[in-house]
């Protein structure tokens, strides 16, 4: 039997674990470690970057990072809208919220409020006519 720890196979562990496995087990994970570091190593020395590896990582590549004012303001349009949707009557304010927030299809909504799909259609058309007069008074 050999001692691993744990960390060195999962690195999001937080604490210390080490684990009694079996000769195999343990003969398996060293190759697989070594497999893994040549292929990090070769990457780096072949100046190799694949847009495939971390999802949404082509959009870093492509796109600046956003400036500290991008970030701020995003941050204020967002608390903005949250309070334009405080305002208006639960019953839009929660269908305008699954449908733009959750991303819940107009029909989908009517069939979980037990309404017909035209009552979902009008509710959220009002309610964001009202969202754009708020935000409007709002700036």
Request: net charge negative; aromatic share 6%; with cysteine.
């Amino acid at each position: 039997m050999a001692t691993i720890k744990l960390n060195s196979y999962y690195p999001h562990l937080t604490e210390r674990i080490t684990m009694e496995v079996s000769d195999e087990i343990a003969v398996t994970l060293s190759i697989g470690g070594r497999c893994c570091d040549s292929y990090k190593r070769r990457k780096r020395e072949h100046d190799e970057c694949s847009l495939d590896g971390t999802p949404g990582f082509e959009a870093n590549v492509t796109r600046p990072p956003l400036t500290p004012e991008e970030i701020m303001e995003q941050a204020e349009e967002q608390d903005a809208l949250y309070l334009a949707l405080d305002q208006l009557p639960p019953v839009q304010a929660r269908r305008i919220y699954a449908h733009y927030i959750l991303g819940k299809s107009k029909t989908d909504i009517s069939k979980a409020e037990n309404v017909s799909e035209n009552a979902i259609r009008d509710s959220i058309s009002r309610g964001m006519e009202t969202m754009k007069n708020i935000l409007k008074n709002f700036r």
